[in-house]
């Protein structure tokens, strides 16, 4: 059994992936918990993970994963990770990384601070060795940055995966997952003068195997409704739809309306084509998984946007047995919890939480046939 586990952390992410084998695979890393505010119901990320890597005798990830590198995707990593470029972020303690992925933009990007250059100059470091880290994407400025290292495009190819192509580093025979990379394209980053760290974000596919069965989860980063529809066009004149059918969807930057389309509306953000189509692959009991905080009443500013949740709502209402969910409002707004999404022979399904733990027994749908 493989477990999806997603963490209560406001407007922020943090997703740990357990395989059924025990190799570990974490998406993001932000720990926004204010240990001085008693009322702040975000998890204590750093004990949490901590707590975990205790019980399975592990003091490190095989993957950490960074979308991108923007505080609600990274705070505290420089507090709980091990990093080799720097003696600061070494000890004991420390949460080692056997591979670092990265898009490319996080390696090129000039001006950084704070965790984001913390991040950045460990992805360097490792790609000057050659070792660690896996980028995706390839564009010029990649290619430059390297020329500046004395170093060529050929020389790192088997750290780089380019978007169209499946991560070598997990297959389906020894590990039950398959990645498929959909963003960024080197084509996109190629076209823009400054790095946009939103746009440029890390957008994978993966396929679940367990047995026999195959469950899909999209993981969307922050990207907008124009990556979105740059995505399903490039995926569908590829012919490879299947890539974006999906069991599980990480909804795009906190339940944003920018993610649907270009007008957040009055009730619900309506999307443009190809986000309405992306969310038409969800199939028999499909999740749609928000990793923000509650969504408000009334109109805000700064996402969740009411009208997206609307829009997400529809959505699973249109899957047989579809589910939109909150992070933190599961299992209730007064107490979130971890949302652990089980995936075994039947599909994904969600463990309950009963008195402080997590129940094995849950509501499941029938095995599914197809597409709602």
């Excluded at 990093?83 to 303690?93: I, N, T, V």
């Excluded at 190629?190 to 989860?217: I, M, P, Q, S, Y």
Aim: net charge negative.
């Amino acid at each position: 059994m493989h477990k999806l586990n997603f963490f209560p952390l406001g407007n922020a992410d943090c997703i740990r992936i357990d395989l059924a084998n025990g190799r570990q695979i974490l998406f993001d890393y932000a720990a926004m918990r204010n240990p001085d505010d008693p009322h702040d119901r975000r998890i204590d990320l750093a004990a949490e993970l901590r707590r975990d890597l205790e019980e399975r005798n592990r003091d490190y990830y095989d993957v950490a994963a960074y979308t991108h590198l923007d505080s609600d995707h990274t705070k505290g990593s420089s507090k709980f990770f091990f990093f080799d470029h720097a003696k600061k972020y070494q000890g004991e303690g420390r949460v080692k990384i056997e591979e670092l992925w990265v898009p490319a933009a996080a390696i090129v990007e000039d001006g950084a601070d704070d965790e984001a250059r913390v991040i950045r100059d460990e992805a360097r470091h490792r790609l000057r060795e050659g070792y660690g880290v896996r980028v995706f994407s390839r564009p010029e400025r990649l290619e430059a940055w390297l020329k500046k290292q004395g170093l060529t495009l050929d020389s790192r190819r088997q750290l780089i995966t380019d978007a169209g192509n499946t991560v070598c580093t997990f297959t389906r025979d020894r590990d039950g997952v398959e990645f498929f990379a959909h963003w960024p394209l080197a084509v996109r980053m190629n076209e823009c003068e400054v790095v946009d760290r939103n746009a440029n974000g890390l957008v994978l596919h993966a396929t679940f195997v367990a047995g026999g069965h195959e469950t899909k989860v999209l993981f969307t980063a922050d990207i907008t409704w124009e990556e979105i529809a740059d995505i399903v066009r490039v995926t569908r004149r590829k012919g490879n739809e299947a890539r974006l059918e999906w069991d599980v969807i990480d909804i795009p930057h906190h339940c944003s309306y920018l993610a649907i389309g270009p007008e957040k509306g009055e009730d619900v953000t309506e999307p443009a084509p190809e986000v309405q189509w992306l969310y038409e692959q969800g199939r028999v009991g499909g999740k749609l998984v928000s990793a923000s905080d509650p969504i408000p009443a009334k109109d805000t500013d700064q996402p969740p946007h009411r009208q997206a949740a609307n829009f997400y709502r529809r959505q699973a209402k249109a899957i047989i047995a579809g589910e939109f969910i909150v992070t933190m409002e599961y299992p209730k707004v007064s107490a979130p919890a971890v949302l652990v999404i089980k995936i075994d022979g039947r599909g994904p399904a969600i463990e309950k939480v009963i008195g402080g733990g997590i129940a094995p027994i849950v509501s499941q749908p029938a095995p599914r046939a197809g597409v709602a």
